[in-house]
């Protein structure tokens, strides 16, 4: 869909990719990257309503996507051979 958000960026060391996020107008986190050229955009299920922020945690070499839910909610995944489930931030 049309992307809603800015974009966040994010140089991954672990696999040399740049890497980009946005929130799209279904509300839905997607990303593309690149290495060797873009990939096509990846969808991370689940509904937010923010704009996604982005870290690469060194001591565990993940890539972590936080955001916001529709109901207020702070929520982060993170990519370590896959993708994690939304954790709520906010229990």
Same mark, same amino acid.
């Given at each position: ?29 997607? @990303?593309?990257?690149?290495? /060797?050229?873009?990939? *096509?955009?990846?969808?991370? !299920?689940?509904?937010?309503? %923010?704009?996604?922020? #982005? ?10 996507? @936080?955001?916001?839910?529709? /109901?207020?909610?702070? *929520?982060?995944?993170?990519? !370590?051979?896959?993708?994690? %489930?939304?954790?709520? #931030?906010?229990?």
């Amino acid at each position: 869909g049309d992307v809603a958000s800015d974009p966040a960026l994010l140089y991954n060391p672990r696999f040399g990719t740049t890497e980009v996020y946005v929130r799209t107008s279904a509300n839905e986190t997607q @990303y593309r990257y690149f290495s /060797n050229g873009w990939s *096509v955009w990846n969808p991370l !299920a689940g509904q937010v309503a %923010g704009s996604p922020s #982005l870290i690469f945690n060194p001591q565990f070499s993940t890539t972590e996507v @936080y955001s916001r839910t529709p /109901n207020n909610h702070a *929520v982060y995944r993170y990519f !370590a051979n896959g993708w994690s %489930g939304w954790n709520d #931030l906010s229990l």
